[in-house]
């Protein structure tokens, strides 16, 4: 068992709690950088795509595991930056690193100002307004079809930044560094905003609406930033995701998108920055286990290689429903009690996570 | 003339939409459960009555294989909530939305699996048949699917008002620990709503298979009806009846006399603005929260 024995008050406010922390984290940071000579082009850019999932992942954690409100039109926000970021260098000639973070600004304005009329619903009334919206942005991508091309879509541009160019395919290596490195930043502003009053009033709403307002929480102020901060995180990674795929239309950001985001965070572990990248990490890799799984079936001689449509999504849900109904913290979960055992070792109690019965609290009084 | 035949043409598509909302409904009064997977269950239970009835399946006689249909996905509801919501009870509500829009996708995966992705249509008697009256030809499905929806909703709130199962069912929505102690079986009450709404889902996929074709994501119409059950105002049975007519007999006339492009948004759009300016629905239930 370890205690930690506090001495200063900077180690209260400090990022890392113990040596052994500050280790794994050296540890994880050697290993990703160290990742483009260790693996292949095309498992890098497997990667690149995780962490950008991860930071799409990070933007709706912001409003699902800290403030506590569901949003199943996410994919709105995704296209928001995409199309932004993109129309922004084409049509205003501004340079990447000027149009990158406009596109996040962009988004995260849209976010607040849908958030002033929709804020204020609970439950099945904002999941079903964010659902409408979501669906409204794909059909305006169609009939905006002057900006955004429509159906035929946009091309994305290669990321240029001072004349140094990044593509998946030329350049695998610097595009992995460029977004690891706006994926560290992302994760440091995420992590100082929990520890900020804002992300305390946050959790302040998720526990408890009634609470937070006795508190003094402005709830509908709160609410705004929230959705502001969760729709720039997302914007910022769809414009990311819109340079990776270099082409995207209407039918990129739909609503099955926008639940398969949702999906991302619950497998990965609601409420905490690393599930957001586990999540990103199993919806990524999922596809390209099944694809390892089936050509290794197929040397064996079982099956012959046989492709099923949908089994990805079909497998998907499957591991969801796994996780939903054996462990709902998630795979962060999951690991927190693993490793709480062997830090207790041997005084792990089998009981010391299970939740309070509970009885059904109707939403429809309030 | 084209006004009634719209008119009529989109009451039959909001009674198969207010069905499915009627689903919801059920089981978002009785549980608190949001059921994301309602379309996908309508589209299994069409798709059963299809692999039933349909000459190049098993070809049985029409009525028994709805009947069928209607009994196997009423055991479907019930299982799905004794093996699985009962489980979820109690998290967060956004954990039971997810959780139902995965059955729907294995219930979409399931379906493509066994029957394919191509749409097919169910031979059934109404199929394919017009009347005319005062001039206007109507199709004898659409006036079907509107007799038929009008048998249920009256079937439903006799059940709910006067049988001791509706009784029981309310008390459990009401209070749920209360109705513990009055002795309800709560649990099985709980389980026996999804096999309701089971049962529901089966008789709006078999009225809307008869007036076109399915496939496995038809289920996606779901979306739709949930829109027309917030409209309606959820929580309440006839406000599912009603916002499911507003959106079938909105989307006709929009496609007919709006700008191209528009007619599809045109549920969304009025869901966002019932929404915004009422956003309990049309006929609300909401009362003040007490702490």
């Known amino acids: 068992m370890r205690f930690v024995f506090k001495t200063h008050y900077d180690q209260d406010l400090g990022l890392f709690k113990h040596t052994q922390h500050r280790v794994c984290y050296a540890l994880l940071g050697a290993i990703m950088v160290a990742l483009p000579w260790l693996i292949s082009d095309y498992l890098l850019g497997e990667f690149t795509l995780v962490l950008i999932w991860s930071i799409a992942g990070m933007g709706l954690m912001i409003l699902i595991g800290q403030t506590g409100q569901a949003s199943l039109g996410h994919a709105a926000f995704l296209a928001i930056g995409a199309y932004s970021v993109v129309l922004l260098q084409e049509r205003a000639g501004l340079p990447f690193l000027l149009a990158f973070p406009l596109a996040g ?9 849908i958030a002033r009329p929709i804020a204020k619903l609970h439950g099945v009334y904002l999941a079903i307004a964010t659902l409408a919206l979501g669906i409204l942005v794909e059909d305006i991508i169609v009939i ?8 035929g879509g946009l091309f994305a541009p290669d990321i240029d930044i001072f004349g140094h160019t990044f593509n998946k395919y030329i350049n695998p290596a610097d595009l992995y560094f460029l977004i690891l490195g706006i994926t560290v930043v992302l994760v440091l502003l995420y992590k100082n905003l929990l520890r900020s009053p804002l992300g305390r009033a946050f959790a302040a709403i998720r526990d408890s609406e009634v609470s937070a307002q006795a508190m003094g929480v402005e709830i509908a102020k709160t609410k705004s930033l929230s959705f502001a901060l969760s729709a720039a995180y997302t914007g910022l990674a769809g414009a990311l995701l819109g340079h990776f795929t270099g ?73 969801l429903i796994a996780f939903l109904l054996f462990e709902p913290l998630g795979i962060y979960g999951r690991w927190v009690k693993i490793r709480t055992w062997f830090e207790l070792f041997p005084l792990a109690r089998r009981d010391m996570f299970k939740r309070n019965q509970s009885f059904l609290k109707t939403e429809r009084t309030r | ?90 998290q967060p509500q956004i954990a039971v939305v997810i959780l139902t829009i995965a059955i729907g996708y294995i219930i979409r995966f399931g379906a493509g699996l066994i029957w394919g992705h191509e749409p ?85 996929g078999v009225l809307f298979a008869s007036k076109g074709s399915i496939d496995p994501n038809t289920g996606l119409l779901g979306i739709k009806a949930f829109a027309a059950a917030v409209i309606g105002g959820f929580g309440s049975l006839p406000g599912a009846l009603l916002g499911g007519l507003i959106v079938g007999v909105i989307e006709p006339f929009a496609s007919r006399y709006g700008p191209s492009g528009y007619a599809q948004i045109a549920p969304y759009l009025l869901l966002v603005l019932v929404l915004v300016f009422r956003p309990h629905g049309l006929l609300p239930q909401v009362q003040q929260k007490k702490v």
């Open chain 1, 105 to 113: 600004l962009i988004s995260g304005v849209c976010g607040a100002l």
């Open chain 2, 120 to 204: 097919q249509s169910l031979h059934s008697p109404l199929a394919g048949q017009d009347i005319t009256i005062a001039g206007i030809a109507l199709g004898l499905d659409e006036i079907a699917v509107i007799i038929v929806t009008i048998l249920l909703t009256g079937f439903l709130y006799g059940f709910f008002a006067h049988t001791r199962t509706g009784i029981a069912i309310q008390a459990a929505s009401q209070n749920q620990l209360a109705a513990y102690y009055m002795g309800v079986p709560v649990r099985r009450v709980y389980s026996l709503v999804w096999g309701l709404s089971g049962v529901v889902a089966a008789i709006a």
């Open chain 1, 144 to 151: 905006a079809e002057a900006w955004t091309g429509g159906v």
């Open chain 2, 1 to 90: 003339m084209d006004f009634a035949q719209l008119l009529i043409s989109g009451l039959a598509n909001g009674c198969v939409y207010g069905l499915i909302a009627l689903g919801f409904v059920l089981i978002y009064k009785a549980t608190e459960a949001i059921n994301f997977a309602q379309g996908d269950m309508m589209m299994l239970g069409a798709f059963i009555t299809l692999a039933l009835t349909n000459d190049n399946h098993m070809g049985l006689p029409f009525i028994p294989s709805v009947l069928i249909a209607i009994a196997v996905m009423a055991v479907f509801g019930y299982l799905l909530d004794a093996l699985m919501l009962r489980h979820v009870f109690g």
């Open chain 1, 247 to 319: 082409i995207f239309n209407n039918e990129t950001f739909t609503i099955i998108m926008s639940i398969n985001m949702l999906m991302m965070i619950v497998i990965g572990g609601v409420g905490s920055i690393h599930g957001a990248f586990f999540g990103a990490a199993v919806f990524v890799l999922l596809p390209t286990i099944i694809a390892f799984a089936r050509d290794g079936l197929a040397t064996l001689g079982l099956g012959n290689a046989v492709v099923i449509p949908g089994i990805e999504a079909g497998i998907f849900a499957a591991i």
